[in-house]
Structure formats: C-alpha cells, structure tokens
C-alpha cells in the first residue's frame, strides 16, 4: 500500500492541472470519404473496413515525407502520431505531424510505445514532458505490446502487472489532459494479458488478418488498425490504416466531447 500510495503521489506531482474539455465542436467537423489502397490486403477482412465512414492512420518517424494536406483530400480525418517510447525516447517526426496534420483539419492524437522494462510511472512523465495538452487533439494513446525484436527488453511480465502498469499510465494521463485515454493492443498481447478485464478502457484493436468482431468476440473498441501496408496518397510507403466505430454525426460528437 506504501508504494501504491507514493507513486500516486508523485504522478500528481507530475501531471498538474487537468486540460479543459472542449465543448461544442461536434457539429463543424467534417469527413472526408477514404481513397484508399492497400498494397496487401487480406482476404478474409477485404471490404468491411469500407463500411465505417470515418478513417484514418497512424504514423512515426519511418514516415518523412507526408503531404497532410493531399493525405487530408484523400481521406485522412484523423491520424495517431507517434511522440514517445519508454523513458528517453523522443520520435524526431512528431513535432512536423502534429503541426502539419492540424493546419489541414486532420483531428490528430499522440501515442506512446511502453517499454516493459521500465516503471510506467516513469513513462508517463516522459510522454507528458513531450506531448502538448491540446483541447483540439485526439485523445492520447498508450500503445501496448510484445517486442520480440527490440534489442534491449524482450521480457514479458506476468498479466497482472502488465495490467497494473496499464492503469498507472492511463490514470495519469487521464489527469493531465482531462481526456479519456485509448488503449491500442495485439491480438497476442491482449490474449497473454487477458487485457479486456480493464474496465473503462477505450480500445484501439488490431486485426489485420481477420474481421475484428471475430478476433476480439465480445470485446468493445472505437478504433480499429485493418491493415500496415496501406497506400494513401501524400504519404509515401506503406502506412497502417484505421477506421472509427461510428457514423460520421457519431464521430462528430465523439471529437466534440
């Protein structure tokens, strides 16, 4: 209970004042319809992903030459950006996407990478040292998964810790930017956690192989990454691509709120 106490303490600390929400934006936004391709599309998620009237991507550094406002005409409405990863690392392309991406309307949100081998209260006062609070921005992202490949932490926590640091991370920038934060998961990820034991979570789910109402049965999201090998025009290479679960007026409040 001790450490439970002294780390909410020092996230206090951290965070300060909560953000103002906005208010009343809902009824000015406007969706662009998706002109979209996709360079390897899987068969069984094919054209579901057309269904939903709001899409959009996410991006980080690998992605440095992006037209926003060619992106924005072709149907880019919204974009989650990468700012940070762990505890010292800083995407080089975020202060470029963020600006640009909002001069041209694209509602745009930060995310961040956790590092399992690092305390997530550590983490958050990374992301908020480096990510600006925004009433216009999304909501910000915590992005959870293994890293097989990293060459520094490769270990993989027992669930219940995971979940644990899960919570600290998003309670604390849930104070700071007086937003509801988005969890973004893997199908792996979220099996090995069990992670749909949080409550009150917004989800962002991947599933690029497969229908997401089939890989995540039962389980609530508002986003959904359907592919990594988009092709959108202004943006060069492959870029993942995602859709809102909504109509566009329901994604006009959800902006709005």
């Known amino acids: 209970m001790l450490r439970t106490a002294l780390i909410f303490t020092l996230l206090l600390a951290a965070c300060g004042t909560p953000a103002p929400r ?44 992006v037209d926003w406002a060619l992106a924005r005409g072709a149907g880019v409405n919204f974009a989650f950006v990468k700012a940070t990863e762990g505890g010292d690392v800083f995407d080089p392309m975020f202060p470029s996407h963020w600006t640009k991406s909002a001069a041209v309307g694209v509602r745009r949100g930060a995310y961040h990478l956790f590092y399992h081998c ?7 006062r990374w992301f908020i040292r480096h990510v600006p609070r925004d009433p216009q921005a999304l909501p910000p992202v915590l992005d959870m998964e293994w890293t097989p490949t990293s060459p520094t932490c490769r270990i993989r926590p027992p669930p219940a810790t995971v979940r644990a640091e899960a919570q600290v991370f998003l309670n ?36 690029v192989a497969a229908p997401v109402r089939d890989r995540y049965p039962g389980q609530d999201w508002t986003f959904w ?33």
Not at 118 to 124: L, S, Y
């Open 225 to 257: 990454q359907y592919s990594g090998t988009g092709s959108v025009p202004g943006i060069a290479g492959d870029v993942d691509l995602n859709v809102f679960n909504g109509s566009a007026q329901q994604w006009a409040v959800w902006v709005g709120r």
């Open 172 to 207: 604390a920038v849930r104070r700071h930017y007086g937003q509801q934060p988005i969890l973004y998961v893997t199908p792996d990820f979220y099996d090995d956690n069990d992670m749909g034991r949080l409550t009150g979570v917004t989800f962002w789910l991947r599933s």
């Open 118 to 124: 690092r305390p997530a209260v550590e983490q958050v």
């Open 22 to 65: 906005p208010q009343g934006q809902g009824t000015s936004v406007r969706v662009m319809t998706p002109q979209f391709g996709d360079n390897d599309p899987h068969p069984q998620v094919g054209r579901l992903p057309q269904r939903h009237a709001v899409h959009g991507v996410d991006l980080s550094r690998w992605q440095t030459g």
